[in-house]
């Protein structure tokens, strides 16, 4: 339930399916930074509204990428990363391509507008929370 309120707070400050995600993310590591924030909506709606692979996965890779990712020349690259990001993949294609008949957007939307409030949601916090899982499981939740 606090999830939800979380993505509910930042969907009301303007904020899309990938953009939330990161900002839960950064929000765990009692971090801020509007550029990837910024840089995250890209992502927005399919990859700038053109409708192709959800943003919530899209965000939720990103996420994962945050805790594991290489971001410095130092700085080495988990080499579990790309495991973890396969396995949210595979997560979400179980869990809502069966479900909407693919990961788009256009195919979880279906065309009518009405189901991004009642899909995305639920959705997005799902997938935050796998994300977390997946952190964990690996041993990953620390910030590097």
């Known amino acids: 339930m606090e999830e939800m309120l979380r993505m509910m707070e930042l969907k009301q400050q303007g904020f899309f399916c990938s953009q939330i995600l990161l900002s839960m993310a950064l929000q765990d590591r009692d971090e801020s930074n509007p550029a990837l924030i910024r840089a995250a909506r890209g992502l927005a709606g399919g990859l700038g509204f053109?409708?192709?692979?959800?943003?919530?996965?899209?965000?939720?890779?990103?996420?994962?990428?945050?805790?594991?990712?290489?971001?410095?020349?130092?700085?080495?690259?988990?080499?579990?990363?790309?495991?973890?990001?396969?396995?949210?993949?595979?997560?979400?294609?179980?869990?809502?391509?069966?479900?909407?008949?693919?990961?788009?957007?256009?195919?979880i939307l279906a065309g009518e507008s009405a189901n991004m409030r009642a899909r995305c949601p639920g959705i997005v916090v799902s997938t935050y929370q796998k994300t977390r899982e997946l952190l964990e499981a690996y041993e990953a939740d620390e910030p590097l």
Not at 71 to 76: C, N
């Open 50 to 107: 053109a409708g192709e692979t959800c943003g919530a996965l899209t965000g939720g890779a990103c996420a994962l990428g945050l805790y594991a990712g290489k971001g410095l020349p130092a700085e080495p690259d988990d080499p579990r990363l790309d495991q973890m990001v396969q396995e949210l993949v595979v997560w979400f294609k179980e869990e809502y391509g069966q479900q909407y008949g693919g990961i788009r957007c256009d195919d």
